[in-house]
């Protein structure tokens, strides 16, 4: 179940950063409306690298489309293995 909590629980900040947790990020409210979300750390950086790796594979699906794939053999020999 989400931790959803008004902005002015801030006053009191330590409380609502004890709440957070990896995977179980606090959701602030502001007029009854999602205006914040406080993550862990690790989920933080962990979710950046998933956005920047599915950023990359993107540009190479792309790629492939517009200047066709490689056959695992071109790949292997251009990478000597």
């Known amino acids: 179940?989400?931790?959803i909590k008004p902005i002015s629980d801030l006053r009191n900040y330590t409380e609502v950063l004890r709440d957070?947790?990896?995977g179980e990020p606090v959701f602030l409210t502001k007029n009854g409306?999602?205006?914040f979300a406080i993550i862990?750390?690790?989920?933080?950086?962990s979710l950046?690298?998933?956005l920047k790796l599915m950023s990359q594979l993107s540009k190479g699906e792309q790629a492939g489309r517009e200047k066709g794939w490689l056959?695992?053999?071109a790949v292997?020999?251009?990478?000597e293995i």
Do not use: H, Q, W
Not at 40 to 45: A, G
């Open 1 to 3: 179940m989400p931790n």
């Open 20 to 22: 957070v947790a990896v």
């Open 33 to 35: 409306r999602g205006k």
């Open 40 to 45: 862990d750390i690790n989920e933080y950086e």
């Open 48 to 50: 950046k690298a998933s």
């Open 71 to 73: 056959t695992i053999d």
């Open 76 to 79: 292997e020999s251009e990478l």
